[in-house]
């Protein structure tokens, strides 16, 4: 059983940066393909970003190139996401996800409970 626990949600303004952060409680971290998932009110969860277990591939959706990074430290389990250049249109809720397959898939077995992201303009 893994758990995700969210963190580095908030209120900024548009072209602020936020950096999200998101704790594991498992001892296989470094196994795990990380993911971040964002839902807006009203709309489908949609992927964000994802990273292999040995951080050597990434993966992110079109809407968020050059500007999201993900990134992860297996010696703290935690992924990040760093977002840059924020717009009223990043405003969702976003989720840290883990799972056993390629990160190509997009399929996750874990879910966290997710941190608010309000971008105001």
């Known amino acids: 059983q893994v758990q995700l626990v969210e963190s580095g949600g908030g209120l900024v303004q548009a072209g602020d940066s936020l950096r999200l952060s998101c704790a594991a409680s498992?001892?296989?971290?470094?196994?795990?393909?990380m993911g971040w998932f964002r839902q807006a009110p009203g709309k489908e969860r949609e992927f964000v970003a994802a990273m292999s277990y040995t951080a050597s591939r990434t993966d992110y959706a079109n809407s968020v190139k050059g500007r999201f990074t993900i990134s992860r430290d297996n010696s703290k389990n935690t992924v990040y996401l760093q977002m840059n250049s924020l717009k009223p249109e990043d405003t969702a809720r976003y989720y840290c996800?883990?799972?056993?397959?390629?990160?190509?898939?997009?399929?996750?077995?874990?879910w966290g409970q997710g941190t608010q992201v309000t971008v105001s303009s």
């Open positions: 498992v001892r296989t971290f470094s196994s795990y393909t």
């Open positions: 996800a883990a799972g056993g397959y390629s990160l190509y898939l997009r399929k996750y077995d874990y």
